[in-house]
């Protein structure tokens, strides 16, 4: 248990500085998701095209390997039917043409430390075993949360922007 508890720390005391401060912004970001808030298109629209542009930056930069194009299709599968349970287009209401106002919630926390620690771990497996970070296995699972991730926001983006007017 020892050993155990000593490589873990050591695990995150050789983790880079950049990457606790990423992790941080995230909580930030997170954590304004659970207020009520007024946004404009662009930051609705903005955040999700980042998520989707570098889920197929991954994927190409993988070379479209096969568990990665799997995990993809899951992911997609696993998206859909997230959007259909959290129907996020509920929470939203258009104040304006241009401005609208969304419900605080904290599945978008979850969500974010989710990629953030699942991205993490490949980071870190990679780092300690190259062979088995370059594994299908992987390869499926950063397919599948990139994909999951992504198209998620990007639904729900298309969601709040589909509200009504109040």
Request: with cysteine; net charge positive.
């Amino acid at each position: 248990m020892e050993y155990a508890t000593q490589y873990a720390i050591g695990i995150v005391t050789h983790t880079p500085l950049w990457v606790w401060l990423i992790l941080a912004a995230l909580v930030y970001l997170g954590l304004q998701r659970t207020r009520t808030r007024e946004l404009s298109v662009s930051r609705i629209i903005i955040p999700a095209a980042l998520f989707v542009a570098i889920a197929v930056i991954r994927l190409v930069m993988g070379r479209f390997a096969e568990p990665a194009l799997m995990g993809t299709v899951a992911g997609l599968i696993a998206a859909f039917g997230l959007l259909m349970l959290v129907k996020p287009g509920r929470k939203a209401r258009r104040i304006a043409a241009d401005r609208l106002l969304i419900e605080g919630e904290w599945f978008s926390l979850g969500l974010i430390l989710a990629i953030f620690i699942v991205n993490y771990g490949i980071a870190v497996v990679s780092a300690i075993n190259p062979d088995l970070g370059a594994s299908d296995n992987l390869r499926f699972l950063y397919g599948f949360v990139n994909a999951t991730s992504s198209c998620f926001m990007m639904g729900r983006a298309v969601a709040y922007l589909n509200t009504k007017t109040a």
